[in-house]
């Protein structure tokens, strides 16, 4: 069976198979991503109204790729105060209606495992219907290496301290050569895998991520989808699937040619069909700017992420979201782009169709 009678009969790609998608022109691939997005979403553009904040940039590690910590290019080290954070929330809550609080940041050892649960619980004691999102596996490895705790304890006191999901950060690119060359000493592969494996075995969700567009290849793309497939197919606990697109200011990579906006697209595209068992495809704008997000709307990707409000990892290396975006704007770039605004909760039950 060649490829296309492959895309059309539906069935599971196989990693050779993924790998020659890229071959395939856009809009082909565009026109069989946009079916699966049909097929699952119809015309609805799914977006939640939330708050990032990152409490700290002082970090033990050294990635290549990041220009957040400000062990390496940020000159400005800072550390936020429970109070901060709550007034902060306090002022998004009462004036800006959000629904979820993001919460990552970098590994810093000498906050204290205790300040980011405190955090946590914090957090719920004065929002209890505000869904926190927080620690990535990466983190979370960061925390039972330093305080000399098994994964499973942590895990089981982020949600004794009131965290509600996982977001997908520090997966980067799965190829352990890559990771060793721009992420050297962050979490391994297989152990971002098994985080989040234990987590859905406790009954919780969270998202993936892959960083693309700096020093990996198609190849190492195909083979991060692919072992998501194959732990979704386990344990069914990824809400979502979100590329991250490479930044490429003030880092250590020196990455001389950016990706084209045809390959960004593609990429969607084959996220949407390689990953067939993950029901939503989230073209994060934080990162590939909310014209081109809007657009991969039609290869298929169905969900923008958010407001977002304030936003200072993917800023620091050049991105445009350190304000996030008004609701106001948000609806009227989706209706204007042809698709239904839904604002949905961190679980994608749907809350408001506009």
């Known amino acids: ?14 990693y050779e198979e993924g790998v020659a998608l890229y071959e395939l022109d856009l809009f ?8 699966k997005r049909r097929q699952r979403h119809g015309n609805k553009a799914f977006f939640n109204i939330n708050r990032h904040i990152n409490p700290t940039n002082i970090c033990k590690d050294i990635c290549k790729f990041c220009a957040f910590s400000a062990n390496r290019k940020n000159p400005n080290p800072y550390t936020m105060s ?30 204290g495992l205790e300040w980011y649960l405190e955090i946590f619980s914090k957090v719920k ?19 039972s290496e330093q305080y000399g705790l098994s994964v499973d304890d942590i895990i089981v006191k982020m949600i004794e301290y009131g965290v509600d999901s996982m977001p997908g950060g520090g997966a980067e690119i799965f190829d352990e050569e890559v990771r060793a060359y721009i992420c050297k000493g962050k979490v391994s592969s297989q152990g971002w895998l098994d985080i989040h494996q234990k987590w859905h075995e406790k009954g919780k969700q969270s998202n993936a991520t892959m ?32 590329p991250l697109v490479y930044q490429r200011e003030n880092n250590y990579l020196h990455v001389e040619d950016f990706l084209s906006s045809t390959e960004i697209l593609k990429t969607y595209a084959i996220s949407r069909l ?20 809007l657009v991969a709307l ?22 445009s979201s350190a304000k996030g975006l008004s609701l106001e704007t948000f609806l009227e770039l989706i209706e204007t782009s042809n698709f239904t605004p839904v604002q949905r909760d961190s679980l994608y039950n749907e809350i408001k169709t506009y």
């Open 1 to 14: 069976m060649n490829l296309i009678d492959k895309l059309e009969s539906g069935g599971r790609l196989s």
């Open 28 to 35: 082909t691939l565009g026109h069989y991503a946009n079916l």
């Open 82 to 111: 429970h109070d901060e954070i709550l007034t902060i929330l306090e002022n998004s809550v009462q004036n800006k209606g959000i629904t979820e609080v993001h919460i990552v940041s970098a590994h810093n050892p000498d906050t």
């Open 125 to 143: 004691a004065r929002f209890p219907s505000l869904h926190v999102k927080a620690l990535t596996a990466a983190e979370i490895n960061f925390l």
């Open 211 to 242: 960083l693309f567009g700096h020093v990996e290849k198609r190849e190492h793309r195909i083979d991060h989808m692919i072992r998501l497939r194959e732990l979704q197919d386990k344990t069914g606990g990824f809400n979502a699937f979100i």
């Open 274 to 293: 390689m990953c067939d068992n993950i029901a939503h495809i989230k073209a994060y704008w934080a990162t590939s700017t909310i014209n081109l997000a």
């Open 298 to 319: 039609e290869y298929g990707a169905d969900d923008l992420d958010g407001t977002i409000e304030a936003e200072a990892i993917q800023s620091a290396a050049g991105a």
